[in-house]
């Protein structure tokens, strides 16, 4: 595949890396041609599931693993740098590492600040019952996104994951 623009990695917070990250060796995962503009694709290794997209800001690594209760962000669906959870409507910034929409459950955004359960529209109210269940979604935080390193060498995407 020819591609108009060399793909290159996109840039994200310092702050947002992920643990066990700095200095870390950089492991070849995939062909760059193996994931083409707006495509996100799982990798394993280990017991790491990673997340590689493809944005318009570039390619990042980060884990599949939603920010609120863990589901797999990559069967979502890409919409430039935002990703769509396949459970609760949450919406994620993979280009920033924040949350756009908080998930239909509600709960603790990054910062900590409580944000209600609500619905999409034309769906009704959903009442959230006291319980622990419910003190289970209002405790949940969302947190942001975190990156790991990633590089392309001779036209391979190199990322930089933790000893396990
Ligand atoms: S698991 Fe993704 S929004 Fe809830």
């Not at 006291?130 to 990156?147: N, S």
Request: net charge negative.
């Amino acid at each position: 595949m020819t591609l108009d623009t060399e793909p290159t990695p996109a840039p994200y917070p310092a702050a947002l890396r992920a643990p066990g990250t700095a200095g870390a060796p950089f492991e070849a995962l995939i062909d760059v041609d193996e994931l083409p503009p707006g495509a996100m694709l799982r990798v394993t290794r280990g017991e790491t599931d990673l997340l590689l997209a493809s944005t318009p800001a570039g390619i990042v690594a980060t884990d599949d693993r939603c920010p609120h209760m863990s589901a797999p962000l990559s069967i979502g669906e890409l919409d430039g740098c935002v990703v769509a959870c396949p459970l609760h409507e949450g919406r994620f910034d993979l280009c920033t590492g924040e949350t756009v929409q908080m998930p239909t459950t509600g709960g603790l955004d990054a910062d900590g600040t409580y944000v209600p359960t609500w619905s999409p529209a034309g769906r009704e109210p959903k009442v959230d019952p006291p319980g622990k269940k419910a003190e289970a979604r209002r405790l949940t935080r969302v947190r942001r996104l975190r990156y790991y390193p990633l590089r392309i060498v001779d036209g391979r995407i190199e990322v930089a994951l933790p000893a396990e």
